[in-house]
């Protein structure tokens, strides 16, 4: 049987996943908000990816990061989040991606999807926040605590 939502969140899984969020924000994340959004009465399962700033690259101390993107990496994390989101049981699926300066600590990317079954949500997940890191249009400067800096996956 083919399955719908009905607005309301009848619990049928759908045919294709929906992408509740896919956005580039200047402001903090809220890893709530993103576990809330894909939450859903189908759901058996809900898997998150939440990726902070820590204090060390490659043994090299950090100090902070900037974020900068493209003005099409919405676009694009949308369009990765639709591809995945034909896995069979994913309901749901959000990625927030922070720009913008951090600290250590904060939080600069949250990925969350919900299914029927742990396995796909888990699954998915995983190579949601992989396509991520690989293909859409946001670039990381790191500066390092001894006054370096680096960028990380510029064109």
């Known amino acids: 049987m083919s399955g719908t939502t009905d607005g309301l969140g009848a619990g049928k899984v759908p045919d294709v996943a929906e992408v509740v969020l896919?956005?580039?924000?200047e402001s903090p994340l809220s890893v709530d908000e993103v576990f809330d959004a894909v939450r859903h009465p189908g759901a058996g399962g809900i898997a998150t990816f939440v990726g902070v700033v820590r204090e060390l690259d490659h043994g090299q101390g950090v100090e902070a990061l900037e974020y900068t993107s493209h003005p099409s990496a919405p676009q694009v994390l949308r369009e990765l989040a639709e591809r995945l989101g034909v896995a069979g049981g994913v309901i749901r699926l959000a990625v927030v991606?922070?720009?913008g300066h951090l600290e250590i600590g904060d939080v600069a990317v949250v990925v969350a999807v919900s299914a029927a079954h742990r396995g796909a949500a888990l699954d998915v997940c995983h190579e949601l926040i992989d396509a991520v890191k690989s293909t859409?249009?946001?670039?990381k400067h790191q500066?390092?605590?001894?006054?370096?800096?680096e960028w990380v996956g510029t064109p």
Not at 22 to 25: H, K, L, Q, S, T
Not at 143 to 148: H, R, T
């Open 97 to 99: 991606h922070r720009i």
């Open 143 to 149: 500066i390092f605590d001894d006054g370096s800096d």
């Open 22 to 25: 896919a956005e580039v924000r």
């Open 136 to 139: 859409v249009p946001i670039w």
